[in-house]
């Protein structure tokens, strides 16, 4: 085959260049740690890689949504674990019978502190908004009818759900501040499911009536106590906070109102039949308390499962994305030793002919 | 044999390696310059003179021509492989600036503002109420709605490019097709008349713009033995004949696409190759692109609308759109009839187009249909042309005036400004509607988590897939695309640089062979001037001894 000259240096050019944009490849590869830059570099790969980042964005997005669902049950503890403690001194205050008269405006009092105290919690807010109030967060929970003498309670029965990630969602992240459903529990009413009858030490005979209404949205439980002597004294209640009232009012040997007198017997009756349910409100408290941790071991749970994903998924990723540092080291010296070689041969090849030698 | 015999053998030796350095010196100065072919003296014997007695003494050498060194076959697959590279050329090019639009491995694209607006809205499920969460969401709208502008305006872009690059492309080769007419003529010229001389540069220079002339646009070329020019065809049109062309033209016309006509005839379907073959194909390909684009955001416009408005915002009030909704287009084929067509309900709303035809009741009226043209379903009723009004898969038609059974219209959805009009309609973050009901607000998330889970479920416009899985789809396509177009590339490259170096092979000029060339005739003119010198010796030699 007869070589011309333009062969030499098409030859020469094109194996320079070749080479040079192998070289140019591997010095990305380098630079940025990527394996490949374009998506026609490795079509699959890119379409991977676009499917592991979007399930690690989803993977971060959900991880967000669990640290603050965490946060707000951890709060959310803290205030139940604090309304118990309070439940806890409020029947203290209904333990001692009888004392003097100073005696019991001072229970009357730290009942109606107590009440108060309630009252705060069951207002309670995290990011400005009011825990249990329902969807109405914007509202708080309970506010004090002075013309009824009762609180009534602002918000709805409706509970958030949050989206923890690959499809799993935590249902009812927020606790109510009262419900007509029975299988949804509130730390601040008594959930009694039907009438119940207690007989007190006094011999007097408390019959607890449970009464949904739907507006305002709460349960009313009236209360009938019939002493021996046959009287009756009606009253009702809603919340702790009715209960903690009535009871500060009992003290004071007056109805709710604050003015109505009561007699001694109904007095301590009605401080006795409220205390018994105060053992059962506490009893709901502690199962509420269950509750947000089985809703904290889900979301724990789901936080493992979130993070052992992302982690496989970000193996994933960089195995298909990232650059082998050692094996593209190697492949540079190769592609720079071919390329030297080529260079210096080039220089030779090129830089003589026929005519250097014709004297 | 006289002296003087040899005086002239020596002329034409001194000739002959007169015409060989001439020859030799042309070589060497087109050494490197594109389609010469070697050239080379054709040297025959000189006709002998008999002189009786048996003597037939030869007169010398002959210069018979000087022909360059062509292989026709040869070149006429480098004609037709400089078609197929120009095209893989210009494809590939084009092709790869789109890929940087969607170039998903360096961040660039819609899968990230996507999946962040999603995500937002998750955000904003945590925290209903939350006005941060809501103006995050409202950010993270427009970032989705500016990565898609960038998107579209990073395609037309290139589309625009394409276009200016048809239109010099379009030019050059009309600027070729006189240069080919004119080298015609020349040729002919020189040929005219001559049994053996051939116009050697010439003709290099022509197979050098018709070799141009094919990178640019699959052409067909003949010569025709009786005068040597070159007919060079498009499309079965003439390009060139002879002296003569006809002029290449590229028309816009109503579908953004280029019309191409010589000679007055429509040849668009006969551009395959070359460059604006390449071009051609680029330009399909990315408008296939760009329109997959628009489905993908028009579809999200759609979704995302048809769920807001499902939910209610802050103030307890109904979902608006949150993106601004697609319009539609009404293609009008009546004389008297008008239509006009708005969404009414987004929940059924498509993104198929729709024809609306009418057919005579038999009772001097008319009856329409309006006829989703995907799937088939129809609507149809009794048409008054005073005005009627037909509520069909989300669309209100409002149609009006005398019609014929030939009258038609056909209504699609305004894909073509999906992008250009997609804007966030949303701008008060108290309006954005996260709760299920107007009771439940301001906590109830439910609408901002269906909203956030959008994104994972599948859309029968895109073919049953969700959002990020069509985007995925579309950037394989474009990869894939972009990979097969360098790939074709590369192979073109290789094998046309095969067949020029068999080219070069050939009529590529070797410096050590006319150095060795050069020398040779050197010493063959050195050898003729002496092989006179001693002629002339003997006859001065003659000479002084007749005077004595």
Same mark, same amino acid.
């Given at each position: ?73 951890? #709060? ?23 004392? !003097? ?42 506010? #004090? ?5 009762? #609180? ?14 690959? &499809? ?36 007097? !005979?408390?019959?607890? +009536? ?16 019939? =002493? ?26 007056? =109805? ?58 970000? @193996? ?39 005519? =250097?030698?014709?004297? | ?124 499920? @945590?925290?209903?109420?939350?006005? +941060? ?26 589309? +625009?490019?394409? %276009?200016? &690059? ?14 080919? *007419? ?72 109503? $579908? /953004? ?40 955001? *028009? ?12 939910? #209610? ?31 009414? %309900?987004? !929940? ?11 057919? =005579? ?19 149809? /009723? ?103 177009? *360098?790939?074709?590339? $590369? ?58």
């Amino acid at each position: 085959m007869r070589v011309s000259s333009d062969m030499f240096y098409s030859h020469l050019t094109q194996g320079l260049l070749d080479n040079l944009k192998d070289m140019d490849k591997l010095s990305n590869q380098i630079a940025t740690g990527k394996k490949f830059f374009k998506p026609s570099d490795d079509v699959l790969g890119t379409l991977r890689s676009i499917g592991y980042k979007l399930t690690l964005s989803q993977n971060a997005q959900a991880q967000q949504t669990i640290t603050e669902a965490t946060n707000y049950l951890n #709060y959310n503890d803290t205030i139940l674990t604090q309304l118990s403690e309070t439940l806890t001194n409020l029947k203290r205050v209904t333990m001692p019978s009888g004392g !003097t008269s100073e005696d019991q405006a001072y229970y009357a009092s730290q009942a109606a502190a107590l009440r108060d105290n309630l009252l705060d919690f069951s207002n309670s807010t995290y990011l400005n908004n009011y825990i249990f109030s329902g969807s109405l967060s914007d509202q708080p929970a309970y506010t #004090y009818d002075d013309v009824n003498h009762v #609180y009534v309670y602002q918000g709805d029965n409706n509970q958030m759900a949050l989206n923890l990630g690959a &499809g799993t969602t935590l249902k009812a992240i927020n606790i109510v501040g009262n419900s007509i459903d029975t299988s949804l529990l509130s730390p601040f009413n008594y959930n009694l499911v039907a009438a119940k009858t207690i007989t007190l030490p006094s011999g007097s !005979t408390v019959v607890f +009536t449970p009464d949904r209404l739907t507006s305002p949205n709460s349960t009313i439980i009236n209360v009938q106590i019939t =002493d021996t002597m046959a009287n009756v004294d009606n009253f009702s209640f809603t919340n702790i906070m009715d209960l903690a009232h009535l009871i500060s009012n009992a003290w004071n040997r007056v =109805d709710i109102d604050g003015t109505t007198a009561l007699t001694s017997q109904q007095s301590s009756d009605r401080i006795e039949a409220l205390a018994n349910v105060l053992d059962e409100v506490q009893s709901q408290v502690l199962t509420v308390q269950g509750q947000l941790g089985v809703s904290q071991s889900g979301i724990n749970d789901q936080k493992t499962r979130l993070t052992s994903n992302t982690t496989t998924q970000q @193996n994933s990723l960089d195995n298909i994305q990232e650059a082998k540092m050692d094996e593209t080291i190697i492949s540079i010296l190769k592609v720079s030793t071919a390329l030297n070689a080529l260079r210096s041969a080039s220089a030779k090849i090129l830089s003589q002919s026929l005519f =250097d030698f014709l004297r | 044999m006289s002296f003087l015999t040899i005086f002239d053998i020596g002329k034409t030796a001194l000739f002959a390696s007169q015409a060989q350095l001439g020859v030799i010196s042309n070589n060497i100065a087109n050494a490197s310059t594109p389609g010469y072919s070697r050239q080379e003296v054709i040297l025959t014997i000189a006709a002998p003179v008999s002189q009786g007695h048996n003597q037939v003494v030869g007169q010398g050498v002959q210069v018979a021509g000087i022909r360059r060194q062509y292989d026709a076959l040869l070149q006429n697959q480098i004609d037709l492989a400089q078609q197929e590279y120009g095209k893989s050329t210009t494809h590939s090019q084009n092709l790869s600036y789109i890929e940087q639009v969607f170039n998903e491995t360096q961040g660039i694209g819609l899968a990230t503002p996507m999946t962040d607006f999603f995500n937002a809205w998750h955000e904003v499920s @945590n925290n209903p109420q939350g006005l +941060t969460e809501r103006s995050l969401l409202l950010q993270k709208a427009d970032t989705l709605v500016n990565s898609a502008k960038l998107m579209e305006q990073g395609i037309t872009t290139t589309l +625009t490019q394409i %276009n200016s &690059g048809i239109v010099d492309t379009v030019s050059k080769i009309n600027a070729f097709a006189t240069r080919i *007419a004119k080298l015609n003529e020349q040729i002919a010229q020189v040929e005219a008349g001559s049994a053996s001389g051939t116009a050697n540069d010439f003709r290099d220079q022509r197979s050098e713009v018709l070799r141009q002339l094919n990178s640019l646009v699959n052409v067909n070329a003949w010569e025709d033995p009786t005068n040597g020019t070159l007919t060079v065809t498009l499309g079965n049109r003439n390009l060139v004949s002879g002296s003569n062309t006809n002029t290449l033209s590229a028309i816009y016309d109503q $579908t /953004a696409n280029y019309i191409y006509k010589l000679d007055g005839i429509d040849i668009t379907s006969k551009i395959s190759k070359g460059e604006l073959g390449g071009a051609v194909a680029a330009s399909g390909n990315i408008q296939t692109h760009l329109l997959d684009l628009r489905k993908l955001v *028009a579809s999200l416009t759609s979704q995302v609308n048809v769920q807001h408005t499902q939910g #209610y915002d802050l103030n307890g009030v109904q979902g608006t759109d949150f993106f601004t909704p697609i319009g539609f287009n009404v293609s009008d084929n009546s004389a008297n009839g008008t239509l006009s067509a708005t969404a009414n %309900n987004l !929940t059924p709303l498509t993104l198929d187009n729709y024809a609306v035809t009418f057919a =005579d009741d038999g009772s001097g009226g008319y009856n329409y249909t309006i006829t989703n043209s995907s799937t088939s379903a129809t609507s149809t /009723a009794a048409y008054d042309p005073a005005g009627t009004t037909v509520d069909f898969e989300g669309i209100r038609f409002v149609i009006s005036g005398a019609v014929t059974a030939t009258d038609s219209f056909t209504v699609a959805p305004d894909l073509s400004k999906a992008i250009q009009n997609f804007e966030t309609a949303i701008t008060d973050p108290r309006e954005i509607a996260a709760s299920s009901s107007a009771a439940t607000v301001p906590g109830d998330n439910a609408n901002a988590l269906l909203m956030a889970d959008i994104i994972n479920q599948d859309i029968v416009e895109l073919n049953s897939t969700t959002f990020t899985d069509y985007y995925q789809s579309l950037v394989g396509q474009i990869g894939s695309q972009s990979k097969t177009a *360098a790939d074709g590339l $590369t192979y073109n490259n290789n094998f046309l640089t095969m067949l020029n170096t068999q080219r070069a092979s050939i009529s590529g000029v070797s410096m050590d062979e006319e150095a060795a060339n050069l020398v040779r005739f050197q010493r063959a003119y050195q050898a003729a001037a002496r092989l006179i010198q001693t002629a002339d010796v003997l006859f001065e030699d003659l000479i002084n001894l007749a005077g004595r």
